[in-house]
């Protein structure tokens, strides 16, 4: 079926070091599969981070970059130097558009930056 | 700058007791959904909705139903709640952007069935 696995949380790293989130997906039954990373910030609801629509490219924001790669069916989140800000819970997301538009999710990967 | 809106943003209910759960947005979005979200899943979809009038079912509907009485409002509603819906509930708007098909949400609703 149609999924998302993403690194189990929750992540702690401290302030200005590099951080990466996995995430991997499966889209058996997705023919132009669409990949989201969504952030949500304490007390806030979700907030679209970053998407990328077709394989092989980047996409970017906020300093965060993922990279769409349909090989390893791929879409790891990655940032060079994160800040406290930065502290939230990040969801990977795949896009069915044939199918109500609704994406799925992954679990979310809990992240808390230390100053 | 889209706008979705829930309330109430924390709720406690009694097993057996209705619970309504409303749902605004502001962004004249056709379609609308509600999700869960719980501890070591993803959001998981409840039920959906193509406009005002209609209610489709989503990945897990037993136990709610929803109501969309206008373009604007969407609303959860569990008849009977039970402790196994205490949950955070996220409601959504949607619309096409940029070539692809994006979400807006609202801040959830934390709710404890006791």
């Known amino acids: 079926g149609d999924s998302v696995t993403q690194t189990e949380g929750p992540v702690t790293v401290s302030e200005s070091e590099s951080l990466i989130i996995n995430c991997t997906y499966s889209?058996?039954?997705?023919?132009?599969?669409?990949l989201f990373w969504y952030v949500r910030y304490p007390g806030e609801g979700l907030q679209l981070l970053l998407k990328v629509i077709t394989a092989g490219q980047k996409g970017s924001s906020r300093g965060f970059e993922a990279t769409y790669n349909k090989e390893t069916t791929s879409f790891h989140l990655q940032k060079a130097s994160v800040q406290e800000s930065d502290s939230a819970v990040y969801y990977c997301?795949?896009?069915?558009?044939?199918?109500?538009?609704?994406?799925?999710f992954g679990a979310g990967t809990k992240l808390s930056v230390k100053p | 700058e889209a706008a979705v809106t829930q309330s109430p943003r924390n709720k406690v209910a009694v097993t057996g007791g209705k619970v309504t759960l409303s749902c605004n947005q502001t962004?004249?979005?056709?379609?609308m959904y509600w999700y869960r979200q719980d501890t070591g899943h993803g959001l998981r979809l409840i039920h959906y909705s193509y406009g005002a009038g209609s209610t489709e079912k989503g990945d897990i509907p037993d136990g709610y139903k929803a109501s969309r009485p206008s373009q604007e409002n969407f609303s959860l509603i569990l008849e009977l709640a039970t402790p196994s819906q205490t949950s955070v509930y996220f409601c959504a708007s949607g619309d096409w952007w940029g070539g692809s098909y994006e979400q807006y949400f609202g801040p959830g609703t934390r709710l404890t069935v006791l």
């Open positions: 889209a058996t039954s997705i023919a132009y599969p669409n």
């Open positions: 962004n004249n979005h056709n379609n």
């Open positions: 997301a795949l896009g069915d558009q044939t199918n109500n538009n609704a994406p799925r």
